[in-house]
T-cell receptor, first 109, second 114 residues
Framework: EDQVTQSPEALRLQEGESSSLNCSYT??????LFWYRQDPGKGPEFLFT???AGEEKEKERLKATLTKKESFLHITAPKPEDSATYLC??????????FGTGTRLTIIP | SAVISQKPSRDICQRGTSLTIQCQVD?????MFWYRQQPGQSLTLIAT?????????ESGFVIDKFPISRPNLTFSTLTVSNMSPEDSSIYLC???????????FGPGTRLLVL
């Protein structure tokens, strides 16, 4: 069965302290990998799409990378407003998305 | 992208009753999806709704409990029937306006069943 695993479950960083979130997957026909940000009480907000190994996408302090078995979401010099849950979702052979359990990120001022 | 609205944004319901959640999109889309997010959990797909055909349900979800309508290309409803406290969750609809491409999510409906 295709699975998506995110680590760590929770991460607390000081403001300005860079780090990375991981999303690993077992795959049979990967079509795309998606990163979302979810704030409490809100729906997921789309961040990035990655389609092939070696691909990278950047937006402000976030950069997403993809290998054949995992993706990383790098956050550089984070600010308190970057605090949220970050979700990874993988699209396999059909249109459905399989979500990971998320990483709850807290940035301490 | 797509702009999605849901109604109601939240509700408190009594055990045994039913609630219908509406999802409206600002553009025509072929596929709409309904998810459940239980407290502290990630998203679980309930069903996929195509206009003009019956919804396709995921394992563990049945039409009698979660009937779905898809009358046109911009609107869908999900009904949570005969509710129990275990149905307390956030219910989210999403669309993928461009395939391949990401899904875009509505703001969610927060449901509490007493």
């Amino acid at each position: 069965e295709d699975q998506v695993t995110q680590s760590p479950e929770a991460l607390r960083l000081q403001e300005g302290e860079s780090s990375s979130l991981n999303c690993s997957y077992t795959v049979s026909g990967l079509r795309g990998l998606f990163w979302y940000r979810q704030d409490p009480g809100k729906g997921p907000e789309f961040l990035f799409t990655l389609y092939s190994a070696g691909e990278e996408k950047e937006k402000e302090r976030l950069k997403a990378t993809l290998t054949k078995k995992e993706s990383f979401l790098h956050i550089t010099a984070p600010k308190p407003e970057d605090s949220a849950t970050y979700l990874c979702a993988v699209q396999f052979g059909n249109e459905k998305l399989t979500f990971g359990t998320g990483t709850r990120l807290t940035i301490i001022p | 992208s797509a702009v999605i609205s849901q109604k109601p944004s939240r509700d408190i319901c009594q055990r045994g009753t039913s609630l219908t959640i509406q999802c409206q999109v600002d553009s025509q889309v072929t596929m709409m999806f309904w998810y459940r997010q239980q407290p502290g959990q990630s998203l679980t797909l309930i069903a996929t709704a195509n206009q003009g055909s019956e919804a396709t349900y995921e394992s563990g979800f049945v039409i009698d409990k979660f009937p779905i309508s898809r009358p046109n290309l911009t609107f869908s409803t999900l009904t949570v029937s005969n509710m129990s406290p275990e149905d307390s969750s956030i219910y989210l609809c999403s669309v993928d306006p461009r395939e391949p491409g990401p899904q875009y999510f509505g703001p969610g409906t927060r449901l509490l069943v007493l």
